[in-house]
Nanobody, 123 residues
Framework: QVQLAESGGGLVQTGGSLRLSCVAS????????MGWFRQAPGKEREFVAG???????SHEDYVKGRFAISRDNVKNTVSLQMSSLKPEDTAVYYC?????????????????WGQGTQVTVSS
C-alpha cells in the first residue's frame, strides 16, 4: 500500500521561507512522478510543481522563481522549497504520486495522495 506523508507546514510571515517534505512508503520510488498541489479555502485544488524520476521538473507560473521541487530517490522523499512567500500562498499543500514518467498538472492523473500540510502566510 502506497503511503505519502507530508511535513514542514506552518505559519510564516510574508517574504519568509518554508520547506515541505513528503516521504513515500513505496518500492521503486524512482518510477513515480511526484507532485505538489495546494488547496486554498473556497478554491479548487491546483498544481504547484512536479518532478519525474529522472529529476525533470515543472513549476506553475505563479511559483516560478520562488518555489523549487526536488527529490531524493534513496530516501524516498520529495521536497518543496518555498521562498518569498505571499499571503496568497496560504493553503493546504498535498503531496501526490503516480507511476510513470510524465508530469501532469491535473489532479486526476495522480493515484496517491498525502493528507496535506497547512501553510499559512501572514501579511
Amino acid at each position: 500500500q502506497v503511503q505519502l506523508a507530508e511535513s514542514g507546514g506552518g505559519l510564516v510571515q510574508t517574504g519568509g521561507s518554508l520547506r515541505l517534505s513528503c516521504v513515500a512508503s513505496v518500492r521503486s520510488f524512482s518510477t513515480y512522478v511526484m507532485g505538489w498541489f495546494r488547496q486554498a479555502p473556497g478554491k479548487e485544488r491546483e498544481f504547484v510543481a512536479g518532478i519525474s524520476g529522472d529529476g525533470s521538473t515543472s513549476h506553475e507560473d505563479y511559483v516560478k522563481g520562488r518555489f523549487a521541487i526536488s527529490r531524493d530517490n534513496v530516501k524516498n522523499t520529495v521536497s518543496l522549497q518555498m521562498s518569498s512567500l505571499k499571503p496568497e500562498d496560504t493553503a493546504v499543500y498535498y503531496c501526490a504520486g503516480r507511476v510513470g514518467t510524465s508530469i501532469f498538472t491535473r489532479e486526476q492523473a495522480y493515484d496517491y495522495w498525502g493528507q496535506g500540510t497547512q501553510v499559512t502566510v501572514s501579511s
